[in-house]
């Protein structure tokens, strides 16, 4: 009976969810992605490449799409250049040696390929602060860095406190039907929206 309860909150939450960007498409025609005026890839196809890229990454690894890792694995490397004895004694390099692995690369060729697409897609911007920051903010490249910086270690850290990141939650993890995944997204959306609101007083 528990299981069953179990499948109809998933199958339940996961339909409640799929309903909320039509329902947002239907209030402000605006929003429609089909709608947009820039250019850019097709949400469509690059959306189908991401769940193709998925199944790839479990058929052939055995593992999921996730990137915050990257993270622990790029300070073990640097760690084993300048300390290398106290980073091995590390309780979590002696489970997670630091090396250069698939999930390593798959960052790097994520970088590689965001580059690829800005290109391609018309989207490439060579600027330091963004028009939307500069004019909240004014045009300070070191008060842009500061904040980009602590808004990165925020990420990182709460993207390991919380077992996975955008890509382990919002995709590899939504993608198994995993709850706390599921729970973890919507998160993510509240806390963007809300910080959103705070900074430029949307």
């Not at 909320?20 to 959306?47: E, K, M, N």
């Not at 045009?139 to 990141?165: D, K, P, Q, W, Y």
């Amino acid at each position: 009976m528990r299981t069953k309860t179990h499948h109809a909150f998933r199958a339940g939450a996961i339909a409640a969810l799929a309903l909320l960007p039509l329902s947002a498409v239907a209030a402000d025609p605006a929003l429609d992605a089909r709608s947009y005026p820039g250019p850019a890839w097709s949400p469509y196809v690059v959306g189908a490449g991401i769940g193709v890229l998925s199944w790839l990454t479990f058929y052939f690894s055995d593992k999921p799409i996730g990137a915050s890792s990257f993270y622990a694995t790029l300070a073990g490397l640097i760690g084993k250049l300048f300390a290398r004895k106290h980073t091995e004694e590390l309780a979590y390099f002696k489970t997670e040696p630091p090396t250069v692995n698939w999930g390593f690369v798959f960052v790097l060729a994520t970088i590689g390929g965001a580059l690829i697409a800005a290109l391609t897609g018309g989207e490439f911007a060579n600027e330091w602060v963004p028009q939307m920051w500069s004019a909240r903010f004014g045009e300070s490249i070191a008060l842009r860095g500061v904040v980009a910086f602590g808004g990165g270690v925020l990420m990182a850290f709460g993207a390991r406190l919380a077992g996975g990141c955008t890509s382990g939650h919002g995709i590899s993890g939504t993608m198994q039907l995993n709850v706390a995944s599921w729970i973890a997204v919507v998160c993510f959306f509240i806390g963007g929206v809300a910080v959103a609101m705070l900074l430029f007083h949307v």
